[in-house]
């Protein structure tokens, strides 16, 4: 069982950055594939950037080159960098882990504008 708490959110102007956070509790955590997942009102949940176990990444086409996500196991916490921010970018974001099973977190906003 994981539990995932994200922090970070807010709201920050076109061109500018943040960094979410997403921190886990209990055990194996190097063992969870972790990914970042956004939903924009009155759309689908979609796939922002996925950290599988071994290292390899993968990003939505979107938001290739300007975000990046990445972990660190011994504080169990799991981060998406997200530079030159767009108004396109303003959605919900959700943590996720999976490991035969999907865990979430209860999602943190993150609204781009001027």
């Known amino acids: 069982q994981v539990q995932l708490v994200e922090s970070g959110g807010g709201l920050v102007q076109p061109g500018g950055s943040l960094r979410l956070s997403c921190a886990a509790s209990?055990?194996?955590?190097?063992?969870?594939?972790l990914a970042w997942y956004r939903q924009a009102p009155g759309k689908q949940r979609e796939l922002v950037a996925k950290l599988f176990s071994g290292g390899s990444t993968t990003y939505a086409d979107s938001v290739k080159g300007r975000f990046t996500i990445s972990r660190d196991n011994a504080k169990r916490t799991a981060y998406l960098q997200m530079n030159n921010l767009e108004p396109e970018d303003t959605a919900v974001y959700y943590c996720?882990?999976?490991?035969?099973?999907?865990?979430w977190g209860q999602g943190t906003q993150v609204t781009v504008s001027s």
């Open positions: 996720n882990a999976y490991r035969a099973q999907n865990y």
């Open positions: 209990g055990s194996a955590f190097s063992t969870y594939a």
